[in-house]
């Protein structure tokens, strides 16, 4: 048995809360990335390695010492670094003839890989090469896919799946303006992904609502896909399942439409709109004679029924 799979009881406080960070929950953590360089990485995907790392930052961790490992014929290695450093993403960086500057990006599912896909970089311009000003820390980005292959295609869908998994960041509850601050923007057209970021700026523009202008960060990216490993359908179904606890419960009568209003049923009984209050008024108020005749048909009517 592995020395990771055994149940460890903790001796010490500090022990107890780092289990309890790992424990399974309802709403899980962020997801951390795990940056790997192969046993003959290259200046590029080495630099590419660490461009993505200050993107990630500080939900990253990058593994300076080469591991020779190949994902797509054994795993292991992987999955015992995925445990060690409780790690869910990774991107494994490689350069050989008959792969040259290879990338594989791939996640994990209760520390197993779910699926992974291999990535050629044709064209890379890094951060240092783009004198410009660069975002702080640990700012989330937006998330801009263009191109009919990310809807069309399966392998594609499953790319954008994953980039948007991999670069989203933490979940957060309100927005403000002034914190959209940079751009992640993937173009798939003629087989190829083209990888760029932008900083956001916001000018005057005279009225509420800033002028935006988007100027190039880096790094950039000219990609081609090459091997997948995707999961089956089944086991991406079961990894996308949302727990009961999460689910929200259904409130009868109560309906939404597809831009978020919400529609309520109330069941009443049958009203006699004879004896509605209405405003009163002298131009509304019966007249002697026709209260005597509303009078003289109510007794017909008991006359009747007696």
């Given at each position: 048995?592995?020395?990771?799979?055994?149940?460890?009881?903790?001796?010490?406080?500090?022990?107890?809360?780092?289990?309890?960070?790992?424990?399974?929950?309802?709403?899980?953590?962020?997801k951390?990335?795990?940056?790997?360089?192969?046993?003959?990485?290259?200046l590029?995907?080495?630099?590419?390695?660490?461009?993505?790392?200050?993107?990630?930052?500080?939900?990253?961790?990058?593994?300076?010492?080469?591991?020779?490992?190949?994902?797509?014929?054994?795993?292991?290695?992987?999955?015992?670094?995925?445990?060690?450093?409780?790690?869910?993403l990774?991107?494994?960086?490689?350069?050989?003839?008959?792969?040259?500057?290879?990338?594989?990006?791939?996640?994990?599912?209760?520390?197993?890989v779910?699926?992974?896909i291999?990535?050629?970089?044709?064209?890379?311009?890094?951060?240092?090469?783009?004198?410009?000003?660069?975002?702080?820390?640990?700012?989330?980005?937006?998330?801009?896919?263009?191109?009919?292959?990310?809807?069309?295609?399966?392998?594609?869908?499953?790319?954008?799946?994953?980039?948007?998994?991999?670069?989203?960041?933490?979940?957060?509850?309100?927005?403000?303006?002034?914190?959209?601050?940079?751009?992640?923007?993937?173009?798939?057209?003629?087989?190829?992904?083209?990888?760029?970021?932008?900083?956001l700026?916001?000018?005057?523009?005279?009225?509420?609502?800033?002028?935006?202008?988007?100027?190039?960060?880096?790094?950039?990216?000219?990609?081609?896909?090459?091997?997948?490993?995707?999961?089956?359908?089944?086991?991406?179904?079961?990894?996308?399942?949302?727990?009961?606890?999460?689910?929200?419960k259904?409130?009868?009568?109560?309906?939404?439409?597809?831009?978020?209003?919400?529609?309520?049923?109330?069941?009443?009984?049958?009203?006699?709109?004879?004896?509605?209050?209405?405003?009163?008024?002298?131009?509304?108020?019966?007249?002697?004679?026709?209260?005597?005749?509303?009078?003289?048909?109510?007794?017909?009517?008991?006359?009747?029924?007696?």
């Open positions: 048995m592995d020395a990771l799979d055994r149940v460890v009881k903790p001796k010490t406080k500090r022990a107890k809360r780092f289990l309890e960070k790992r424990e399974p929950k309802l709403s899980e953590n962020v951390n990335a795990m940056l790997i360089k192969g046993g003959n990485a290259n590029t995907v080495t630099q590419v390695l660490r461009d993505v790392y200050a993107l990630k930052k500080p939900y990253g961790i990058l593994y300076k010492k080469k591991n020779i490992t190949r994902p797509f014929e054994d795993q292991t290695s992987l999955e015992f670094f995925s445990k060690k450093s409780d790690c869910s990774f991107m494994f960086g490689s350069h050989n003839k008959k792969r040259p500057n290879n990338l594989v990006i791939g996640r994990m599912y209760d520390y197993h779910l699926d992974m291999e990535l050629g970089i044709e064209k890379f311009v890094s951060l240092k090469d783009i004198k410009n000003s660069k975002c702080p820390e640990g700012t989330k980005p937006m998330l801009i896919f263009a191109g009919n292959d990310f809807d069309v295609t399966e392998d594609y869908r499953r790319l954008k799946s994953l980039l948007t998994d991999f670069f989203r960041g933490p979940t957060v509850s309100n927005i403000r303006l002034a914190g959209l601050e940079y751009v992640l923007h993937f173009t798939a057209l003629n087989g190829k992904i083209y990888f760029r970021s932008y900083k700026l916001l000018k005057k523009s005279g009225c509420r609502t800033p002028r935006i202008e988007l100027e190039e960060m880096g790094p950039s990216l000219d990609l081609v896909l090459r091997r997948t490993h995707l999961a089956s359908d089944d086991l991406y179904k079961l990894s996308m399942k949302m727990p009961k606890a999460l689910k929200p259904k409130k009868k009568n109560i309906s939404h439409d597809t831009f978020g209003t919400t529609y309520g049923r109330i069941h009443m009984q049958k009203q006699d709109l004879s004896k509605l209050q209405t405003r009163k008024m002298k131009g509304l108020k019966k007249r002697p004679a026709e209260r005597i005749t509303e009078d003289q048909e109510k007794k017909s009517k008991r006359i009747k029924k007696n």
